[in-house]
């Protein structure tokens, strides 16, 4: 079974630039998460999907980062425009949520963004 | 709120010494308690989690951890450490599942 995906792994841009990352959650998995995890510092989760609804994005820093998952599978996090703190590695998570659901979540390999 | 405080930042042992890594959490009832390991450019893997039941919960890799609802602990332990358990460990925490709460983390060096 092929897991969280990811892409790109690695992104270097200037502050102010915009930048895009997509996350392709396991097949079948209704819940999708992005987190953002600056180094030294746990996990922070950004917003919940499920299915294509939103279920939680109250940490998710509106004036800059967007998110949607339009079909229901895979997700788009955007940040424009970037500032230097918005440096950090970004997880993508998802989880089966339905009667095989063990309450984990299994993490892709995540995206690690640097903003000069 | 939900708070997990992981008081060890970096832990260094030495191969096959026993470990024990702490966590300690914040939570009003009983909480859904895990532990995740993320090795360098990985992504988190599940070692274990506590729902209910047994206190002292068996997981991957030959880890344990036990949870201690009077010290609102949920340390885990390993009898014997090998030089492929270096990794950043994480304790999380969730009301109901859902949505997890990380600590800060513990990064386990292994000496020969």
């Known amino acids: 079974e092929a897991g969280v995906a990811q892409s790109p792994r690695y992104k270097i841009i200037e502050k102010r630039q915009s930048v895009a990352f997509w996350c392709n959650p396991i097949?079948?998995?209704?819940?999708l998460y992005w987190y953002q995890q600056i180094l030294g510092q746990g996990p922070k989760l950004l917003i919940q999907?499920?299915?294509?609804?939103?279920?939680?994005d109250s940490q998710l820093p509106k004036d800059r980062f967007s998110a949607e998952r339009l079909k229901g599978v895979d997700s788009t996090l955007k940040i424009q425009p970037a500032k230097l703190e918005d440096s950090a590695v970004y997880l993508c998570?998802?989880?089966?949520?339905?009667?095989?659901?063990?309450?984990?979540?299994?993490f892709g390999e995540g995206s690690r963004l640097t903003v000069l | 709120a939900q708070s997990v405080t992981q008081p060890d930042i970096h832990i260094t042992v030495s191969e096959g010494a026993s470990l024990e890594l702490r966590c300690n959490y914040s939570?009003?009832?009983?909480?859904?308690l895990f532990w995740y390991v993320q090795s360098p450019g990985q992504g988190l893997q599940l070692l274990l989690k506590?729902?209910?039941?047994?206190?002292l919960v068996q997981g991957i890799k030959g880890f344990e951890a036990e949870f201690k609802r009077s010290q609102s602990s949920f340390n885990l332990r390993k009898p014997s450490v090998h030089w492929s358990d270096a990794a950043e460990y994480f304790c999380a925490v969730s009301e109901n599942t859902d949505k997890l709460i990380f600590g800060t983390g513990t990064r386990l060096q292994v000496f020969p």
């Open positions: 506590y729902f209910s039941g047994d206190t």
């Open positions: 998570a998802s989880r089966i949520l339905d009667r095989a659901d063990t309450g984990e979540l299994f």
């Open positions: 999907f499920q299915n294509n609804g939103v279920v939680d």
């Open positions: 939570y009003g009832a009983t909480p859904y």
């Open positions: 097949s079948g998995h209704a819940t």
